[in-house]
């Protein structure tokens, strides 16, 4: 009988182990994704570039890239004034 209890509490720490682990992993991911956002949306603005539309971090402005790109270059003229560049 007691080496039923001793093999349910080397079960039970190491599932809580693993919780842990994984519970750190989740928190790292989620900490990095903050701060590929935070760059993407505060740091990178600070570089002094021409005004244009704002690029989000790892895929830049593709996102508003359009079948129809001469209108969209012309609206953007109009937003920005001195449009001159996209990042992707």
Known sequence: RERVVWRVRRLLVASLLRMKLFRMIFYLQLLG???????????????????GPPPLPLI????????DMDKKFVEWKKKYSCFKSTSS
Request: proline share 7%.
């Open 60 to 67: 830049g402005n593709f996102h508003l890239f359009d079948t």
């Open 33 to 51: 994704i903050i701060s590929i956002v935070c760059y993407g949306l505060f740091i990178n603005r600070i570089k002094g570039l021409p005004p």
